[in-house]
């Protein structure tokens, strides 16, 4: 279904980022896998696309760095050709008290987890205008739609990507190129981590009972690789969550 496209992934290396990956590569996408620091994770998630017989390529990239970020969609475009579908998903947690949380804390989380989103979206956007095609897929969260104690610097991140996502689906779907979000709830990954009391107590409020998982979220990220009348959504994979 996706043969002849490329997909750049960021926060390829890991969690849900590899599942979806790893999900588009078996739709037979080309895949750009964006990693932070996880080198030999990345290599491994490489490994496991190629076996779908597209090509895989990983990319250690900040993110947050806008020349960085330059440079990077610079040499994926030198390495694959084309980029048809950019999937943001890079993203990390600071949590804390908003009574105590350090400017740091919050800077570093609105810069990976929003900034980072515009970085990429703001240097594919041009290779998609080019080839008239273009597909932008955001990974939110519920914090984002509900709030969290706890997650001010995450929520707003993830309320920020929500409006980022609505305003580029307006702006660019005359020329064809569609911008969706995901919101997950409580996915089980390594940012889940160890069930705390909070934790445990957001799991029992969840109406099908159970944590998701990583391929829970890429399949949705599938459907809208694929859904050519969607833009604007916000589709929540939460289990019931966030309704
Ligand atoms: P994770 O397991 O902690 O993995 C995070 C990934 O992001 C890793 O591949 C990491 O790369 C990469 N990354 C972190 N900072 C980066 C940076 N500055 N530049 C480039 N890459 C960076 O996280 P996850 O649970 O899979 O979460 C993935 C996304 O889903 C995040 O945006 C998160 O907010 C969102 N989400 C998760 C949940 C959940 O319950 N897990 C719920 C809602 C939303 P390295 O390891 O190589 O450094």
Known sequence: ?????????????????????????????????????????????????????????????????????????????????????????????????????????????????????????????????????????????VSGLMGNAGQANYSASKAGLIGLTKSVARELAPRGVRCNAVAPGFIRTDMTGQLTAQSQHMLEQIPLGTAGSPEDVAEAVAYLATARYVTGEVLKVDGGLAM
Do not use: P, Q, W
């Open 1 to 141: 279904m996706l043969k002849g496209k490329t997909a750049i992934i960021s926060g390829a290396s890991r969690g849900i980022g590899a599942a979806v990956a790893e999900r588009l590569a078996s739709l037979g996408a080309d895949v750009a896998l964006i990693y932070g620091e996880n080198a030999a994770a990345a290599a491994e998630v490489e490994e496991r696309c190629r076996v779908y017989g597209g090509k895989a390529e990983s990319y250690r990239c900040d993110v947050a760095h806008f020349d960085a970020v330059k440079e990077t969609v610079k040499r994926i475009r030198a390495d694959f050709g084309a980029v048809h579908l950019l999937v943001n998903n890079a993203g990390i947690t600071k949590d804390g008290l908003i009574a105590t949380m350090s400017e740091a804390d919050y800077d570093r989380v609105l810069d990976v987890n929003l900034k980072g989103a515009f970085n990429l979206i703001r240097h594919c956007t041009g290779l998609f205008l080019r080839s008239r095609e273009g597909c932008i897929i955001n990974i939110a969260s």
